[in-house]
């Protein structure tokens, strides 16, 4: 027990807090329960004025109780207000680190990774360490409330209960009215996090395009942008529900309060015991109740532990993470070659590329054949540096691509994939997620050669019009033109096309296949396809 809560305490420290912040919130933490925890005090002062028959007892305590009341309530506000903006800060800042860890991740090791798990890790475990401020400020206040309470029972009798029972209309309608705005901001919360989670799914299934085209952090920031709108509505609603949990205290008070006044009557009037009077049953209630909280810490503390240990090995520079060596490097002109020299590579020691040499050249498109499992996509991942892992050396030109910064590098090769990745963003912004800068005069340009542009004019919103479901809302066809018009935006100077035509009609496909083309005139171009290519040019092949 002892090791797992310093292995606690030791996460709580690596937290980006403000010592300012949390002393504030334990301060007002301590605050709202102690001071509760005198109204029964005063409520014994009160019931003792009523044995000595001291008004004035009686009337200052009350005043004692109210205004420790309000303090109390003042208190709790503070609290609350203080745990949701601290929580939130934390649930943010650690759903980010998680999010952007896993696009820091190698291609290889995201495999290994499966999405539900990755899921978890964001939503599900970054919400441990809310859980763990939670259970520290419990644990504090609980082992306070275990040596300050003492339980009394307070016995009612049928008139007083008839009171309590008058107190539901009132509160019923505190519920339905704050009922109304909640439900809103529940709608609200609904959508939103249903784009959100639509958000992240997109994003790791499209892992592989994002790391292609160096777009892990214009993902993160826009990540940040949809989480912050999350928090944002749900503290609005957190903070309806706190006043209205306030206002709803306030009511219990003063039926307290009145069901206090009417049992000093029947005192006075001999119908009521003064033993029930001064009994304490909210000393026993908070006796137990702390009892039963602090035996639950091990076993709280050892869920907590997993994620902790799950996100330890996802943010740190563990097993899940690469280093490249970069040197510095300069493109000054096009390039022209890509020479693949003694390429190797294994997978559990069987052999997927053998001794495969090859030179790929501008000028002319360059045919990739072979059956499934031949090796093409693998040839692709290794030459767009998702798979790092092989022997052998790949030249652009003269140059070797392991001496190519990332950064440099993406800029240089374009990977479009059979699937048809596209976001639920609109055609637009999907045209522009690789180069933000690109003018609407260079979009329409490539959509025509395309044939794009007269089906997205068409549109209500042309070229702002939606895509929902990630392209489902529009044909294979017209999704897989969008990609290559996606990339060609880019303007690099390699192509790379797996399979981008074997699942399309004839039309779309000698559509494609021009495009592509008229693109190798002046690039590199690389593609793999089951069919002869029908083009009017002659073309490199490279058998499987």
Not at 176 to 205: A, P, V
Request: aromatic share 12%; net charge positive; with cysteine.
């Amino acid at each position: 027990m002892k090791k797992e809560i310093s292995l606690v305490f030791k996460y709580i420290l690596e937290l980006d807090l403000s010592k300012w912040e949390f002393s504030s919130l334990l301060f007002a933490t301590i605050m709202a329960n102690l001071i509760n925890l005198t109204q029964p005090f005063f409520l014994g002062k009160v019931i003792d004025g009523v044995t000595t028959f001291s008004n004035l007892a009686i009337v200052n305590n009350l005043l004692f109780m109210a205004t420790f009341f309000v303090f109390s309530m003042f208190f709790l506000y503070i609290k609350n207000k203080k745990t949701i903006e601290i929580v939130s800060k934390i649930e943010i800042d650690m759903k980010k680190k998680i999010f952007n860890s896993i696009f820091k991740m190698s291609y290889k090791d995201f495999l290994i990774n499966n999405d539900g798990k990755l899921l978890n890790l964001i939503e599900e475990d970054a919400m441990v360490f809310s859980n763990i401020l939670s259970t520290l400020l419990s644990m504090i206040i609980d082992i306070l409330s275990f040596f300050i309470t003492i339980g009394i029972m307070l016995f009612l009798n049928s008139t007083l209960s008839i009171i309590f029972i008058l107190i539901f209309p009132i509160t019923s309608f505190i519920y339905y009215f704050t009922g109304k705005k909640l439900r809103k901001k529940q709608l609200e919360l609904k959508n939103e996090h249903d784009d959100y989670i639509s958000f992240i799914t997109e994003s790791l299934n499209n892992f592989k395009l994002l790391k292609i085209f160096n777009k892990e952090t214009d993902r993160g920031n826009h990540f940040t942008s949809k989480i912050r709108n999350i928090y944002d509505i749900g503290i609005t609603k957190i903070l309806i529900e706190t006043k209205s949990e306030i206002l709803l205290q306030i009511v219990l008070f003063i039926n307290n309060m009145v069901v206090l006044i009417l049992g000093i009557y029947m005192i006075f009037m001999g119908t009521f015991t003064l033993g029930s009077l001064i009994s304490f049953n909210s000393y026993s209630e908070k006796f137990k109740q702390s009892a039963l909280s602090l035996t639950k810490i091990n076993s709280s503390i050892q869920n907590m532990l997993v994620s902790l240990e799950r996100i330890h090995n996802i943010t740190t520079n563990g097993k899940y993470h690469f280093k490249v060596v970069e040197e510095n490097y300069i493109k000054t002109e096009n390039i022209h070659t890509v020479l693949i020299n003694n390429l190797n590579y294994y997978v559990d020691s069987k052999h997927i590329l053998k001794n495969l040499n090859f030179e790929f050249r501008s000028g002319s498109i360059n045919l990739v054949s072979g059956e499934s499992g031949s090796g093409k996509t693998t040839l692709f991942n290794i030459l767009t540096k998702l798979i790092t892992s092989y022997s052998g050396q790949i030249f652009f030109d003269t140059v070797n691509i392991q001496n190519i910064p990332n950064k440099e590098y993406r800029k240089i090769i374009c990977y479009v994939t059979q699937e048809s990745l596209i976001f639920s963003e609109t055609i637009s912004n999907n045209l522009k997620l690789y180069n933000k800068n690109i003018t609407q005069e260079e979009i329409i340009d490539i959509c025509k050669k395309l044939n794009l542009h007269e089906f997205i004019s068409k549109l209500e919103n042309g070229y702002d019009t939606y895509i929902y479901k990630g392209g489902e809302t529009i044909s294979g066809g017209q999704a897989q033109r969008l990609c290559i018009a996606r990339a060609a935006l880019t303007n690099p100077d390699i192509f790379i096309f797996d399979e981008i035509i074997s699942s399309l009609d004839a039309y779309n496909a000698k559509l494609i296949t021009n495009f592509v083309e008229e693109l190798s005139k002046e690039k590199i171009v690389v593609i793999s396809s089951h069919q002869k290519l029908n083009v009017k040019s002659s073309y490199s092949i490279l058998k499987l």
